[in-house]
C-alpha cells in the first residue's frame, strides 16, 4: 500500500496531477480536492465500481417533547447537519462502506428564522467534522443550495449522497 502511494506520488508530480489525493489509491478512487476547501473539484471513478445512491435525508428528532414540524425538534442548522451526517453513515455502514466511499454530495439548506439567513458557517462546522480529517481525508464533490423551504418545516437541511463501491470491496 505504501509503495502504491508512493509510485502515485511521483506518477502525479510528473504528470502535473500534484492535487490527486492518494489516500484513495486502494480503491482506485482519484479524487481531486480544493486548495484548502474541504471538497474535492473531481473525482474519477473506475469501470467496474458500483454507484449506491442514498436518498436526501432530514435530521431525526432530537426533542420528542416539541412540535415535530418545529425547528426546535431537530436543532439548529449544525445540529441538523450533524445528525443528518450520522444518519447517512449508519446508512452506508449496512452496505460496507462508509463516509470516504461518498463521492458527490448535495446539500440543501432552508434559512433559520432566527438568522434570517441560511446557515453556511454552521453546516460547514458539522461537515468539517466528517470530512477533511486525519481519519477520514476522502472529499467528495459536493454543491450546497439555498432553497426557499423544505419539506418538513422542522428541517433546515437534507442531504443526499452517492457513494461509490470499487471492485472488489
Request: hydrophobic residues 45%.
Amino acid at each position: 500500500m505504501l509503495q502504491i502511494r508512493k509510485i502515485l506520488a511521483v506518477a502525479s508530480v510528473m504528470t502535473g496531477m500534484a492535487g490527486v489525493l492518494p489516500a484513495c489509491a486502494d480503491t482506485g478512487i482519484m479524487r481531486y480536492p480544493e486548495d484548502k476547501f474541504p471538497i474535492s473539484t473531481a473525482i474519477e471513478v473506475p469501470a467496474g465500481s458500483s454507484t449506491i445512491y442514498v436518498s436526501g435525508m432530514g435530521a431525526p428528532i432530537r426533542d420528542k417533547k416539541a412540535d415535530p414540524h418545529s425547528i426546535a425538534a431537530y436543532g439548529d442548522t449544525q445540529a441538523q447537519t450533524y445528525a443528518v451526517l450520522e444518519h447517512i453513515q449508519d446508512i452506508l455502514k449496512k452496505r460496507g462502506l462508509g463516509l470516504g466511499d461518498v463521492v458527490q454530495m448535495h446539500i440543501f439548506m432552508a434559512p433559520d428564522p432566527k438568522l434570517g439567513d441560511i446557515d453556511f458557517d454552521g453546516m460547514m462546522k458539522a461537515y468539517t467534522h466528517f470530512y477533511g480529517t486525519a481519519t477520514q481525508p476522502n472529499l467528495p464533490v459536493r454543491s450546497a443550495f439555498g432553497v426557499a423551504h423544505l419539506h418538513n418545516p422542522g428541517w433546515l437541511v437534507e442531504i443526499e449522497v452517492i457513494a461509490a463501491r470499487a471492485p472488489g470491496k
